[in-house]
């Protein structure tokens, strides 16, 4: 019979391997479709979180998600 810590922290492990919690530059902007230019914009204005890691930018996963999915609709209208 396994230990419960054992299989707890097997569990834990399992569950962050399936959603990083950061993410490459190159990712983000392959995952929201924006440019490099516009995703550092939204970094500078506090909009995506970001952590450096070294010389790497680390763009937090949870973040990122929460402003895109935050965005409004585009709803079609009426030309004069």
């Known amino acids: 019979?396994?230990?419960a810590s054992v299989t707890g922290d097997h569990r834990k492990r399992a569950k962050r391997e399936e959603r990083p919690k950061l993410m490459?530059?190159?990712a983000a902007l392959?995952?929201?479709?924006?440019g490099r230019t516009k995703l550092y914009a939204l970094i500078?204005?506090?909009e995506i979180r970001a952590v450096k890691l070294g010389?790497?930018?680390l763009?937090?996963?949870?973040?990122?998600?929460?402003f895109f999915?935050?965005?409004?609709?585009?709803r079609g209208q009426?030309?004069?």
Do not use: Q
């Not at 392959?30 to 924006?34: F, Q, T």
């Not at 999915?69 to 585009?74: I, R, V």
């Open 1 to 3: 019979m396994a230990d």
């Open 24 to 26: 490459s530059v190159p």
């Open 30 to 34: 392959d995952r929201y479709g924006i």
């Open 44 to 46: 500078g204005v506090g």
């Open 55 to 57: 010389a790497k930018t």
């Open 59 to 66: 763009i937090d996963v949870e973040s990122a998600d929460a």
């Open 69 to 74: 999915d935050s965005l409004p609709e585009l």
């Open 78 to 80: 009426a030309r004069p």
